[in-house]
């Protein structure tokens, strides 16, 4: 009796130290001794009772969307896949997960940087050979480039995003009689009218710093050229360089007239993404808002049509270059699992990406992916850009840096550019605090 | 709170863990004071190994690795115990740890003071007590999500902003035309003066006065406002304010075209040398008019209570508040378990003593003061440490409250550890060194309390 109950006491201990030991040995495990496949599919799916967890980023209706690719990924191949959401901080989601020996079978990393970086610390999974030649017969040499590190391949682009954009509510633009810039001057100028209208032109994410990177990315490319624009990418030219300034001074033209922001700047600050798109298309407060492709998704959450209340144009020359800048999210392996090479697999196909080109939000880097799956026009055209956009595209520079500098947050690039905001008078000291932030983060 | 409770906790464990082997070997050892070596050692094991696994081990590694580089295999000394010191945002970080360490702790025993002495001596008292105690049963984090709504800017959203706005409000409220200007310019007859919006030129008896303004919210406009007309010269001071914007673009600026509208209940002033000599208010077309001035030159000015924007409370979630407001939400959370220690110390005050003080014709502040205090010193005292301990690890609240922009702002040691260790930075070895000096921190509060703790024992 009393030895019993030390037994069980003994045995409680051992399951707390279980459950302490790491995050929760889910998934995976199971599988191998093949744990009795719930569906009654029938023998023709080759992944029967195979359990895969893939973990991404996206969240609300990104994440719906991705669910129902997943979906086609289950019925094609009998897999069961589970979506686990990272946050904005993937590195702060997968870093105690790789550390513990426990990371997901697939994840879906924002930054091409963290390939890098994951990669070194043999956290990556090499492609099979199946996927890379998908990969070959469906991308171009330049997106299987950015998913190599150290000659391997290790990764696939395979969501794009079109960073090159301003959205306006069209309504806002009627009223104040104005038409979408092609020029940065035309812009500040339109923007003193809608001011003078009544409503605020731009609504910022000052709480997201990654906007603001962006945006100063897509001025950057514009006025100082994509030489300049790979110098700074890479930290060869500093940030003190005269075009940086040049490029802060073009932003402050819009961040320093109280007039022009929603809810003035500390409102600004507080605003961060899907929030400051409902500003302008739910509560109508603002006039534009400078973003990617995605925030389509958002607009049509805040009741807009995407073409006709919700509209957008390329943004606009600010020097001699019109900047197209890209984004991305990279899929890589980090289990040796056959399961996680098929998920890839699908995900790189022609088949995969139509199924996502389907939906809202979504544009396919697979040039094999006809432009005619997107949901509606404003799509198609951004589709057919990116696959058929030549020599001066230029990726995302703040994801090319190491994560340190230009992917957290409140630190690096996302903290100096949202003080500069704050002081838009203060160019030279935001340049020397990006200096010095640059400096320790590529040390 | 648990470390003050995971002493005593700590023996029962043993004593469980052990009593398998324990009895079996009692009848065989010797006669004498205490068990010997080898039932100590069968007692003390269970403990000292999950101890040794869950806090000696992760310390020491902690500590080891600290003295090596972000990859782990460069060994940099004290190097990352310098930066601590020398970065610039660090030294926030602590600033703040150190308003923290001062504020919450004595805020948050005062107000359990405060609560468990006044539920002594009402009738619903358990109710109150169970009120109060509550937050203590919602996660840190889910208070914290709470919380972050609560300090929301826009008084629609933020129920702290709601409130200040609704007192506020009571007292002075606001109207017209919020965030409006006059178009200024060359051409323009008219331009900002300390927020009033002032003609530039004297104004003659009998000249129109024209004053444009833009940018007036489309909530803002009256539904009574109608399209306004350009006045006609008169023999009086006389003009038009209105809206200079065509909508859809068009129209002269500076100029009354076709359909802009006229600014109804704008208050108008005609001011001779500095004093006010007339006073009017808008029509619905925006068309003004002074009745009986003598002839002369006036200046004629909107004052600035025509653009005062609404009262929007204050910006809780800025760079300036953001540390006291946080306090705030780690003070709801926390008062009720003061409250709930202190009262357990209060019931087993000796009565006689209180009412010894009374019949001698003390004051129930004296006796307060005097009596209650002093006899609750040991139960504040532990309230008071076990808030220093949790305000020096405050972590979740921080991170979830303040809006990305402002953590900077808002940074605490714990939070700053996560994100170098983990957060995008990926210096671990840097994080250790957080990790090792929030130890060194906490530690002579731990040892306060474990010396207490033991003198009350012994």
Known sequence: MRTARAAAVLAGLAIAVAACGGNAPTTTEPSASGSAPASAGGGAKPLEGVKLEVAAKWTGAEQKNFEQVLKAFTDKTGAQVTYASTGEDTGAYLGPRIQGKNPPDVAILPQPGLVQQYAEQDALKPLSDDVIKEIDANYTPYWKELGSADGKVYGVLIKAAHKSLVWYRSQAFEDAGVQPATTWDELVKNSQTIADSGTAPFSLCGASGWTLTDLFENVYLSTAGPENYDKLSKHEIPWTDPSVATALEKIAQIVGKQDFLVDGTSGTMQTDFPTCVSKVFSNKKGAMVIEADFVAVEAVNSGAKVGEDAKYFPFPKAGDTAPVILGGDVAVAMKDSPGAQALLQFLASKEGGEVWAKLPGYLSPNKNVSPDNYPDELTRQLGQTIVSAGESVRYDMSDLAPSAFGGTDGKGEWKVLQDFVRKPTDIKGAQQALEAEAKKAWK | MTERLDGPKVPPAQVAGGAAIGPAETPRTRRRLGPSPAVAIAFLLP??????????????????????????????????????????????????????????????????????????????????????????AVSLMAAGVIFRLVYEQSPDKGLANAVITTVHDTFSSSQGYPGARPREGDQSQVATQNGAVVTKQPVQVGQPVLIPIVGVKPAALPAEATTAKAPAAGNDVSGVVWFDFTAGGGGTSGQVDGTEKGLPGMAVEAVRGNEVVGTATTAEDGSFRFDGLPAGSYTVRLPQSNFQAAYNGLNWLGETLITPAIIG?????????????????????????????????????QVFRRITVPLLSPVLLVVFVTMIINTLKVFDLVFIIAPSSVQPQANVVALEMWRVSFGGGNNQGLGSALAIFLLILVLPFMIMNIRRFRRENA
């Open chain 2, 47 to 136: 403990a000292a190994l999950l101890l040794g696994i869950w806090v000696i081990y992760p310390i020491v590694y902690s500590i080891i690795r600290s003295l090596f580089d972000a990859n782990g295999s460069g060994f940099v000394g004290l190097g990352n115990y310098v930066s601590i010191f020398t970065d610039a945002s660090m030294l926030t970080t602590i600033r703040n740890n150190l308003i923290w360490v001062v504020v919450a702790p004595i805020v948050v025993t005062t107000l359990g003071l405060i609560f468990a002495v006044l539920t002594e001596r009402i009738k619903w008292a358990t109710a109150f007590k169970l009120i109060v105690f509550m937050p203590m």
């Open chain 2, 329 to 365: 939400a780690f003070v709801w959370v926390w008062a009720g378990f003061a409250m709930v220690l202190i009262a357990a110390g209060l019931a087993a005050i000796p009565r006689d003593a209180l009412e010894a003080a009374r019949i001698d014709g003390a004051t129930e502040w």
